[in-house]
């Protein structure tokens, strides 16, 4: 197992219209030294007037440059989409019943730590007790962590927001993006459980 991979980890929804249903989680795969430099890269993509890089603020050129940037960054990532979820789902059950996907896999490839986009002190417990859940199912390894940092303040987690937009832009209908950095992608799609 490599003690320092981490998975930087960011969660959409796709196009509610030419994609409905669907829940996307997407990880940047770094160790320490890989961070350092995925923060900096995104860090100098950012506009002088954004606190941070979020894909459904950017125009097109700009998808283009953060794609190709990343596409050709020393980092590998992992996507996982499940979809159709019904409508009744919340965007809580969605985003659990992906993370009851993604950790998994995520603690497969050794990764250790996991850091999510924190969306409040509530929220961030609710991920801590999918995982606590996940370890009582024996479905983790005991090692893998979560941490949760402000988006704002943590370029690295720009990366998988970038992730979650280039696949629902593909899952929308423009493959482009995708097509730039499909080498550096592995992608798993499932049904939600009910």
Do not use: F
């Not at 249903?21 to 997407?26: D, Q, S, V």
């Not at 002190?121 to 390894?141: F, G």
């Amino acid at each position: 197992m490599n003690e320092d991979l981490i998975a930087w980890v960011d969660e959409s929804g796709s196009n509610t219209t030419l994609d409905p249903g669907t829940y996307i989680m997407a990880a940047a795969l770094t160790s320490p030294v890989q961070a350092e430099a995925l923060r900096s890269l995104m860090a100098t993509l950012r506009l002088p007037h954004q606190a941070k890089i979020h894909w459904r603020d950017e125009q097109a050129s700009r998808h283009h440059q953060i794609t190709t940037a990343l596409a050709a960054a020393e980092v590998e990532h992992l996507v996982v989409i499940t979809t159709p979820h019904s409508a009744k789902h919340s965007s809580e059950r969605r985003r659990r019943l992906t993370l009851e996907l993604l950790l998994p896999e995520l603690d497969t490839l050794g990764v250790t730590r996991a850091i999510l986009e924190s969306r409040g002190k509530a929220d961030d417990r609710r991920d801590l007790a999918m995982l606590n859940y996940l370890r009582q199912q024996h479905t983790l390894d005991s090692t893998l962590k979560i941490d949760h940092r402000i988006g704002r303040q943590e370029p690295a987690l720009w990366a998988p927001d970038a992730l979650c937009g280039i696949i629902s832009s593909l899952r929308s209908g423009n493959p482009s993006y995708y097509q730039t950095i499909q080498h550096k992608i592995t992608v798993l799609q499932q049904p939600p459980r009910a």
